[in-house]
């Protein structure tokens, strides 16, 4: 993607001009005292830049978002309230429409519901960079109806990424971790192309352990990627994990459940046990990579983070990674979770609102939402 994303600079005075803004404020939320809360505001903080400069150039600012995944219809604990709660006290004066996946006609890109959203406003600006990789009617619909534009943080998220892959400063090392190797091959393949190191923890790594011919025990393994690992493998600049930290299969982990110790297994875990995060010299070898990175892009945690037990590893890389003067880019809802355990989300240079839209912009280049911006009719 080498054209840029329009900017609503070239708009002009924004006094008594009426602007949707799609923003993604899919967030976790809790019970607390009786009432749902929001518990990790990152992605509204993240948007207050933009609302405060268009609510300064004179605009009344309207803001949508999908919330969970209600299936176009009325789910009571979907309802955005809480994350508009949280909306208000950062930022008064923008308001929050109820959750477009209330109706089938947003995740159906329907075209009708998309026009209704921007009836009676005068543009529309996508902040929504969580949500760029979904083609739903919010997304699309607006920029083939009315002056459209790129938010602050979309067009830097963008940036940073497509930069960090164009030209990247080297060694570039891509640390890729996460449950399933399914979700985490494409990615892995384009970085193998772009990075001088990818290093591979989490449940996907043991697919990869199995393609070397090691046992796995009952770890989370995909046989139908035995093979296309073993081709990442033979390219001689992936590395994977040497040792893990695992439990007997019929064992509980999670949260809240720290009763048995874990166990210490080298490169092979025996039938009836599971790996559940990457063990002491496998961490120990992946942060001297990272020690050498000028450039890293990281995405999946190493094991079961919240599990006290298997949290070292995760956090023995996001320590590195924060440690590190490269230029360190994190993306995915798992890792960024994890630099806030850690206390670290401030010393990496750039943290990414998106998961699954991250993942596919590195993968592929562009997203359907960044498409639809550039491809507006009224650029
Ligand atoms: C996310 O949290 O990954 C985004 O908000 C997209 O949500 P979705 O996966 O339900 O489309
Ligand atoms: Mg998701």
Request: charged share 20%; aromatic share 8%; with cysteine.
């Amino acid at each position: 993607m080498s054209e840029s994303l329009p900017s609503y600079d070239r708009w002009g005075s924004l006094k008594g001009k009426r602007i949707l803004v799609r923003v993604d404020f899919n967030t976790p939320v809790a019970e607390i005292d009786g009432r749902l809360e929001v518990t990790d505001d990152f992605r509204i903080r993240a948007t207050l830049p933009l609302f405060e400069e268009l609510l300064s150039r004179g605009a009344t600012v309207v803001a949508c978002t999908h919330f969970g995944r209600p299936n176009g219809q009325v789910v009571e604990k979907y309802r955005v309230e809480p994350v508009r709660r949280r909306l208000n006290e950062l930022c008064r004066d923008v308001e929050l429409l109820e959750n477009l996946r209330f109706d089938p006609g947003e995740e159906a890109n329907d075209a009708t519901f998309g026009a209704s959203l921007v009836d009676g406003f005068d543009y529309f600006v996508n902040e929504a960079f969580g949500a760029s990789h979904r083609a739903h009617a919010s997304i699309m619909v607006p920029p083939t109806l009315v002056p459209s534009a790129a938010g602050l943080n979309l067009a830097r998220e963008t940036s940073t990424i497509l930069g960090l892959l164009e030209s990247p400063q080297r060694p570039f090392v891509a640390i890729i971790g996460g449950a399933k190797v399914a979700d985490k091959l494409a990615i892995t393949k384009v970085l193998c192309e772009k990075a001088d190191t990818v290093i591979v923890g989490g449940g996907m790594a043991y697919t990869f352990q199995a393609a070397l011919g090691h046992g796995v025990g009952s770890s989370l393994f995909d046989a139908s990627y035995v093979e296309q690992c073993a081709q990442l493998l033979a390219a001689g600049n992936v590395v994977i994990p040497s040792d893990a930290w695992g439990l007997p299969s019929t064992s509980a982990f999670g949260t809240n459940s720290v009763d048995e110790p874990a166990t210490l297994f080298g490169a092979d875990i025996p039938d009836g046990f599971a790996g559940l995060d990457i063990g002491p010299a496998s961490a120990e070898q992946f942060c001297d990579v990272i020690a050498n990175a000028a450039t890293i892009l990281w995405n999946g945690p190493m094991g079961v983070f919240e599990d006290e037990r298997f949290s070292s590893g995760t956090e023995a890389v996001a320590r590195a990674v924060a440690k590190s003067d490269a230029v360190s880019v994190v993306g995915g809802g798992d890792s960024v979770a994890a630099l806030q355990v850690f206390g670290l989300e401030g010393d990496v240079s750039f943290v990414s609102t998106g998961g699954g839209a991250s993942l596919e912009l590195v993968e592929l280049g562009d997203l359907p939402g960044l498409r639809a911006l550039r491809e507006s009719p009224f650029n």
